[in-house]
């Protein structure tokens, strides 16, 4: 018997770095331990950018989809057609970290998430026709591949939320948000009154920034080239905020928290950011490096560490999906962590406007509305 398949609308890059252009593919319908979902929206990441220049082509990128069930494949017995959910990243569920609570850091990480197929290599979108006459197409990107109208996602990327959830809104939990909130929450884990600055205050560390304020920091500095985020950033609790590019910068921190930051965050992904994150810091304080960005190496002065500062990567705010965003959600609807401030939408059919907004920084959270 023939597996189902369904019509889908998504955004394909066949030449590196973009352009993203709507095709009709076909998906397979899911296969063991994975799930059908109907996508309503998804947001926009630095990553997808960041990755349309590394992956095989063609592909289909988007990682902070949200949408409803629509089937379910063999083995998966704890949703049910019709559920509300969001995605995240996917996970083996059998190595030491997955075991141990730190999916995050799951051991085959790169092969679930990374190289454009299941693990085996297959992929359940293809195309056919004259234009383009190879019929794989690259999919399961961090899970699911959610600049799509339907995706096939693995069951372990995939968390339930309440049915009266906003489809347009809590795709972006899934990477994004967790993320900046991960790293405060779960990872620098601040105790009330410290001292924390988060450098770039975009939708990673804008949430780091709601995340501290949950959290009861005291001094919570945003550090920014864009007035408008560091605005913005006043509004989610930042107690003070600095111009990245002023050339008094360090001067300037070291007045606000004299003696250093307990904490530092960077989001930016820029080697000379870190450097000054890490320079900020305190005796003993601690860096977490949450951004992919331009710089592919990090460096700074031996010294700056020898005070017992630490430099601690972080993926995913190292969290459990499954009860990290609910906590999230919660927290949201109580009025603590205020993201809808941050969301553009956008129409599937405008994902050039969208990607480029994204580009040129001049959205916190762009999210793509499919439905």
Known sequence: MKPDVYSVTAAVVRNPGGPFCLEELTLAGPGPNEVLVRVSSSG???????????MDLPVVLGHEGAGTV???????????????VT??????????????????YCTNFWTYNFIGSRP?????????????????VGGHFLGQSSFATRVVARRTSVVRVPDDTDLHIVGPFGCGFQTGAGAVMNVLKPQPDSTI??????????????????????????????DAKLEQAKGFGATHTVRSD???????????????????IDATGRADVLRNAVSALAPLGRCGVVGVGPSPEMSFEWRSILAGRTVTGITAGNSVPETFLPQLL??????????????????????????????????????????
């Open 120 to 136: 085996d290599g297959t992929s359940a979108l293809s195309c056919s026709g004259s234009n383009h006459p190879e019929s794989l």
């Open 70 to 84: 629509e089937a379910l494949g063999s083995g998966v017995t704890d949703l049910a057609v019709g559920d509300k």
């Open 87 to 104: 995605m995240t990243f996917a996970r083996c569920d059998n190595c030491g970290p997955c075991r141990s609570g730190a999916p995050a």
């Open 246 to 264: 002023n050339p008094d910068l360090l001067s300037i921190l070291n007045e606000i928290a004299p003696g250093g930051f307990d904490f530092t």
């Open 44 to 54: 926009i990441c630095g990553t997808d950018l960041e990755f349309s220049t590394m």
């Open 197 to 226: 600055a988060v450098f770039g205050v975009g939708g990673v560390g804008a949430a780091a920034v709601m995340a501290a304020g949950i959290e009861r920091c005291g001094a919570i500095v945003a550090v920014d080239v864009s």
């Open 330 to 371: 919660e927290l949201r609807r109580d009025g603590l962590f205020p993201v809808d401030k941050l969301l553009s939408k956008f129409a599937f059919a405008d994902i050039d406007k969208a990607l480029e907004a994204v580009s040129q920084g001049t959205v916190g959270k762009a999210v793509l509305v499919m439905e």
